[in-house]
Structures are given as structure tokens and as C-alpha cells.
Nanobody, 128 residues
Framework: QVQLVESGGGLVQAGGSLRLSCAAS????????MGWFRQAPGKEREFVAA????????DSTDSVKGRFAISRDNAKNTVYLQMNSLKPEDTALYYC?????????????????????WGQGTQVTVSS
């Protein structure tokens, strides 16, 4: 298993940028696909982006394509989410997730899987 700790959230104006980081403990980070999810008040947790264990495959939800980018550094046991051109509708609690089955192209189904490991979340608030 891995323990996940997110950081980098905060308050930003619309059009601004933030970079989220997720640091993982353990020596098996490179065997997990990693993902970012978000949950706004009163809404279900939704898929944002995912990256395969090697970093060679990425996927993201349509609403963030061209604005957000996921990346990872296996030497640092860290996954990142670069968020540009932020909008008020991006406001949510952002969670990091790890998938031992490396299903980077199936991120939308991760919340249904008991195999997924989750961080505690970091708040992103975008003001208009």
C-alpha cells in the first residue's frame, strides 16, 4: 500500500494557475497508476486526470482538457496536477488516488473499485 498526501491547494482568481502535488510513501510508487479526482459540495466525486505507472499514458476529463496536465516523477514518488486557466466551477476538494491495477484509461471507474487508495484531499477555491 501507499500513503498519499496532497498539497498545493488554495484560493486563486479565475484565470489563474495552481500546481497540486501528491507525495506517496513506500517503495512501490512506480507500480501504481495515479489519478486526481475532485468533489464539490453536494456532488459526487468525479474523475479529473490519470497517468499510467510509467507516465507514458495519460487521460483526463473533457472539461479540463487543454487546461490541466497530470505528470509524475517516480524518483520523487510524486504526482502533479498543473491547473491553468482556472474557472469558478473548478472549485472543489481535490483528491489524489493510486491504482495498483494500472488502469490509467479507466479513471472514471476508480471510485467504484475497492483497490483504489485515496489521499485526504486539498481544497481548491477559484473566485470569479
Amino acid at each position: 500500500q501507499v500513503q498519499l498526501v496532497e498539497s498545493g491547494g488554495g484560493l486563486v482568481q479565475a484565470g489563474g494557475s495552481l500546481r497540486l502535488s501528491c507525495a506517496a510513501s513506500g517503495r512501490t510508487f512506480s507500480s501504481y497508476a495515479m489519478g486526481w479526482f475532485r468533489q464539490a459540495p453536494g456532488k459526487e466525486r468525479e474523475f479529473v486526470a490519470a497517468i499510467s505507472k510509467s507516465g507514458g499514458t495519460t487521460d483526463s476529463t473533457d472539461s479540463v482538457k487543454g487546461r490541466f496536465a497530470i505528470s509524475r516523477d517516480n524518483a520523487k514518488n510524486t504526482v502533479y496536477l498543473q491547473m491553468n486557466s482556472l474557472k469558478p466551477e473548478d472549485t472543489a476538494l481535490y483528491y489524489c488516488a493510486a491504482d495498483p491495477l494500472n488502469r490509467a484509461l479507466d479513471g472514471i471507474n476508480w471510485p467504484r473499485s475497492p483497490a483504489i487508495q485515496w489521499g485526504q484531499g486539498t481544497q481548491v477555491t477559484v473566485s470569479s
